[in-house]
């Protein structure tokens, strides 16, 4: 697609050539994407007595999952000409907070500024998918960072499951966050992205999603479906829990690729996979071995894998090395395996893990 069309005109090539189908929900949202393009597009003035440029008030866009959001954020993005940057929030988090331990490293009373400074410096428009707050750290720290890039004229377009209202909804001292909740509501137009449709679900509907046994026909089909989801685009997701770093290789879109051994095969908790569950909303796992006394603990993982997956109505693609009923067939927890070999079976269920509140 070619640049230095407005939104509105991308949306429409897009639908002409076939590559996405017509909503008027996400039609709702393009006028405020290219008011956004337009006032970041206006020149800024340059030279020993410039001024930081007048600030461009940003999107919040939220809405149920699979309903368009990052796709509009995407397309605004590709015809925005500035300097900008897009990430998940939860690896521009991780960015964050490891620009704020090299920062403390050098003895400066408030490491957050230089964070900031770094990030004014470079870019003009940031875009995040998938904005949620989970943890009070975060919740300060990103606080102080939006107020700092606000008031530089920085201009954030982000998307997001829940409305401002409900970021960081009953966590610890939540009473300190709603500075922020109201900053973002002044410094952003929230706009609810209503959609009738769950694309992402639309996309996957009719797809197998257990694939046994797991060998050379299992990868490559697996991979079709990557490839159809991500079009060759994925990039590291790294979730820091309590201190730890959980990695999923290959992360686009809500949709994250890992292997058994990456999830299952390292000392991970059941707050690690209910973070998991909750950042992404279809997880493709491969490799799946035969389960019994010989990798008890991997065993115990994935079970508990499978139940935050479950809870949170995650979609789940496998391969494994059999059918759910057939995984673990001997030593102890074999008995208690049989409940995740039913909720296994009930994930793959045409219409499992959509969203009937969306």
């Given amino acids: 697609m070619r640049q230095n069309m407005t939104v509105t005109e991308a949306y429409a090539a897009a639908v002409t050539?076939?590559?996405?189908?017509?909503?008027?929900?996400q039609q709702g949202v393009l006028p405020e994407l290219d008011r956004i393009r337009a006032a970041l597009a206006a020149p800024v003035k340059t030279g020993l007595f410039r001024k930081a440029p007048p600030p461009v008030p940003g999107l919040y866009m939220w809405g149920g999952v699979g309903r368009g959001k990052s796709m509009l954020m995407d397309l605004a993005y590709a015809q925005i000409d500035v300097p900008k940057r897009r990430q998940h929030f939860h690896a521009f988090m991780q960015w964050v907070h490891s620009e704020i331990a090299e920062a403390r490293k050098t003895g400066v009373n408030d490491a957050i500024k230089p964070v900031a400074a770094k990030l004014i410096a470079d870019i003009r428009l940031l875009a995040f998918d998938e904005m949620q707050i989970t943890d009070i750290t975060d919740a300060m720290i990103v606080g102080r960072l939006f107020e700092a890039l606000f008031a530089a004229g920085v201009t954030v377009i982000t998307t997001s499951n829940r409305p401002p209202d409900d970021l960081y909804k009953d966590g610890l001292n939540r009473q300190l966050f709603l500075p922020f909740i109201a900053l973002l509501k002044d410094r952003m137009v929230v706009h609810e992205l209503a959609a009738d449709t769950d694309y992402r679900q639309g996309r996957l509907a009719g797809t197998e999603t257990y694939f046994t046994p797991a060998d050379?026909?299992?990868?490559?089909?697996?991979?079709?479906?990557?490839?159809?989801?991500?079009h060759g685009i994925s990039e590291p997701l790294t979730l820091r829990i309590k201190g730890r770093d959980v990695v999923l290789p290959q992360f686009h879109n809500g949709v994250a690729r890992a292997s058994f051994f990456d999830l299952c095969g390292r000392p991970l908790g059941a707050a690690d996979y209910l973070a998991l569950a909750d950042a992404v909303r279809v997880l493709i796992l491969e490799d799946i071995p035969s389960l019994g006394r010989d990798n008890f603990n991997e065993a115990k993982r994935f079970v508990t894998l499978v139940d935050a997956l479950y809870e949170a109505?995650?979609?789940?693609?496998?391969?494994?090395?059999?059918a759910p009923e057939f995984l673990y067939r001997e030593g102890e927890g074999s008995f208690e395996f049989e409940r995740t070999a039913s909720r296994l079976r009930e994930m793959q269920a045409e219409g499992w893990g959509v969203d009937e509140t969306a």
Avoid: H
């Fill in 17 to 25: 050539e076939g590559r996405l189908t017509r909503d008027p929900a």
């Fill in 216 to 230: 050379a026909e299992a990868r490559a089909r697996i991979k079709t479906i990557w490839d159809d989801i991500s």
């Fill in 313 to 322: 109505k995650t979609r789940l693609i496998c391969s494994a090395a059999a």
